[in-house]
Nanobody, 122 residues
Framework: QVQLVESGGGSVQAGGSLRLSCAAS????????MGWSRQALGKQRELVAT???????SYADSVKGRFTISRDNAKNTVYLQMNSLKSDDTAVYYC????????????????WGQGTQVTVSS
């Protein structure tokens, strides 16, 4: 089992910034790729950014140059720095990851956070 604590969501005016955090805990042996997705009201869930354990990143075209994903492997935590926010960024943001569990890493969990609301007003 993986326990997650997401934080950092809230309301901000267009052009502002927010930083999301997602800390995973439990019997974690290793977490491979971690990421953030979002879902706006009435829309499909969208993959925003991913980061590999080695630090390789990828971004949705809609956030390139504005959002930065990072992670701290020692803390099993992933971050999303969001700058130059737009009203279109309003959504519930979910962290997720691919975790191997137990002392030998033989368990597996594809975990998702409970979501944190980001609201950008214009």
């Amino acid at each position: 089992q993986v326990q997650l604590v997401e934080s950092g969501g809230g309301s901000v005016q267009a052009g502002g910034s927010l930083r999301l955090s997602c800390a995973a805990s439990g019997a974690i042996f290793r977490i491979d790729t971690m990421g953030w997705s979002r879902q706006a009201l009435g829309k499909q869930r969208e993959l925003v950014a991913t980061i590999t354990r080695g630090g390789g990143t990828s971004y949705a075209d809609s956030v390139k140059g504005r959002f930065t994903i990072s992670r701290d492997n020692a803390k099993n935590t992933v971050y999303l720095q969001m700058n130059s926010l737009k009203s279109d960024d309003t959504a519930v943001y979910y962290c997720h990851g691919d975790a191997f569990l137990g002392a030998l890493g033989t368990g597996h969990s594809d975990f998702w956070g409970q979501g944190t609301q980001v609201t950008v007003s214009s």
